[in-house]
């Protein structure tokens, strides 16, 4: 950066003198690095200036040449300018550039935290369910959250990491319902949190009426057809009039209608089909109540052109849901699955209430097998290496977040709207932000009030990063939007991180589904596989406790840098064996990429730069692939800048990915160990030194700890 500043006050000055307005940050802005290395390590393209100036940009590069002369020769960084067609091309001088920078780094200087700013922020990350398994897809949250502290810390800020966990509400019900109604067996000594993920998967497969029913809807049932005839304005269109229990309806459909008299199945305005809600319209002058549905729609069949008819053994009114009824997946006592299900439901809710209501026995089990989820969390967060200054849980906000609002609410910011509370916030596009439901409960959103408010007041944070997958970005537009109108200045601080799905190969993950990997389940997979293929050749020669180590901090980096090494808004599929390659883009390689400069060193016995310093000669470090390793060594500050600034860890794996592949091209260039002199040897030393320094630092930003030798 130091070498592009001084280029860029060159630059402003010779463009001042011309007549151009620009500031110092444009004209930085402005300078690129060349495709060709061989153009030079900066340019200047001059298309911008050709308006302001009336000339053609070759004819600028020329002239901003001419001007530059002077300067460049009196400079001890800048080697040469040299006009390039609309270019300005500018080479730094290689050995200034080496002798200013390797002692930098080799010192630990360049390294070093930035100096402390004044902003403290707050990130809030994981947020995972209590009674919900934690497994491979919650990592991306975790490790993203973790690696944004770690370089929000180095670049200077005091950083308060939270958490934010999900400890009540109907996913907890669930759990508890099935834990005391259906469970037979014994509480498992270890895995305790996954034991209640994987009682709340059963207890879902048991609240699915799709298990008990071909068509699993409610509200559709059996109605009689009296008539169809042509849509009058749009013959593709039938005009349909049924029997219902509810009366005689017209409805419009564009599938095909058996005779009078057959039964079909009728959707009543309110109901979700076929990806849709059913309403009541008008379709060309005739209005149209509720929803005639095909084979596909009820998910019986696969023709989309006919409206279903229904067995003749059905009666009017009867529900699809029972006609479709599988029998054999019933149980002996129930015949009715929409009976069943509401039964199950009821019984849920029975236990939420309890749990609203502070009943002592289902509030003991609550908190009881909550410490079995967070103990889990505690240990997977110790073996992600990720830390937080404070765990926060969404039991603690519900009535405060409700006196918060009636607060704000008597002083005019939230209005009441058919008994609801929530923020008018359709002047800025973000339509009513519902607060207190009709029934006096609390939404996601009364809760992130509420937190916000500790977060401002009691932390003293000036800046809130709230790291949440992209499903969220409406919520957090409007929480936002509330907090500013509440007055808090914070609020134009607060940012939502957004980041794309964890899926499997074959396609998306769900704690419902029951088709995640657990966390459990992956660090096994993990460290068997890197041990076997990486370290079992080694036992004997290395102790016991170094393979172990060794296994978890490359078993670490695999699903570390796979889960950075991607652009937060990309999908990731994780591909264990993709993941774990010693070649490519992925932990294991950048970890040897490391060990490789470590053995280097070993063999050379270069232990401490300070101990050769006098055989160091910097312009001997002449070679192509030694000068665009200086060169990427130089634009790390930079890197980390944009990936502050951008919150992307995935723009430093992209650096110290090519750092690693330039060094490698260096070594099949450039010898270390069989230089022509013990100067030219040590020189280079020091050159792999530093890059092995800066790869370090890189990868411990990302939370990953580097290993001696692989």
Sequence with gaps: MKY??????????????????????????????????????????????????????????????????????????????????????????????????????????????????????????????????????????????????RIFDWQGHEVVPVNYLGDEGTHVARCLWYFQKHFTGEVPDHNRGEFLGDLYVKSTELLDLGVYTDAPFKGVAAAKVLSSSPHPEESSWNVVEVETTEGNKTVITAATVGEPGTLVPWAKPGVRIAGRSVGIVERKGIQSEGMLCTPRELTVGDDNEQVAILPKSAS???????IFAKKETLPQDSSSPLELIAAREKEVGEILLQLETGNPDIQELARETKEWSMNELYDAYKWLDCSFDRYFFESEFGESGKELVREYQAKGVFVEDDGAIGADLSDIGLGFCLLIKRNGTALYSTRDLALAKIKFQEFGIDRSLYVV?????????????????????????????????????DGKMSSRKGNVILFSQLTKRLL????????????????????????????????????????????????????????????????????????????????????HSDLFDWSLLSHETEVNLLLHLNTYHEILSRSYEAYSPATICTYIYELSKKTNRMYQECSVLHADSKELSYTRAALIDAVGRVLQHGLSLLGIKTVERM
């Design 4 to 149: 592009r500043n001084e280029i860029a006050t060159y630059l402003l000055d010779s463009l001042t003198t011309l007549g151009t307005q620009f500031t110092l940050e444009e004209v930085t802005r402005l300078l690129e690095v060349p495709k060709d290395p061989k153009m030079g390590d900066w340019a200047f393209p001059c298309f911008p200036l050709a308006k302001q100036l009336k000339k053609a940009p070759p004819l600028i590069a020329q002239e901003l040449s001419d001007q530059l002369l002077d300067s460049i020769n009196a400079s001890n960084s800048i080697a040469s300018v040299t006009p390039t067609g609309p270019y300005l091309n500018f080479s730094v001088n290689k050995s200034a550039l080496a002798s200013g920078l390797l002692p930098s780094i080799l010192s630990g200087e360049y390294l070093a935290r930035r100096d402390a700013r004044e902003d403290k922020v707050m990130i809030e990350y994981s947020q995972p369910n209590t009674h919900k398994a934690f497994h491979v897809g919650h990592t991306r949250n975790a490790t993203l959250g973790d690696t944004l502290a």
């Design 316 to 322: 009017l009114g009867e529900e699809v849901a029972e």
């Design 469 to 505: 997958d992209a499903a969220q970005t409406l919520h957090f537009q409007q929480v936002f939007a509330c907090l500013e109108r509440m007055g808090f200045e914070q609020a134009k601080k607060c940012y939502h991180l957004s980041y794309a799905q964890v899926v499997r190969p």
């Design 528 to 611: 068997d596989k890197i041990t076997s293929e990486y370290l079992e050749k080694y036992r004997g020669d290395w102790s016991d406790e170094e393979i172990a180590e060794t296994a978890y901090r490359l078993s670490l980096a695999t699903i570390r840098y796979g889960m950075m090494s991607q652009d937060n808004n990309s999908q990731i599929v994780f591909d264990l064996d993709e993941w774990t390659s010693r070649t490519g883009n992925t932990g294991p390689y950048l970890m040897y990429a490391f060990a490789r400069t470590r053995s280097i060193l070993r063999e050379l016995d270069f232990k401490d730069p300070g101990e």
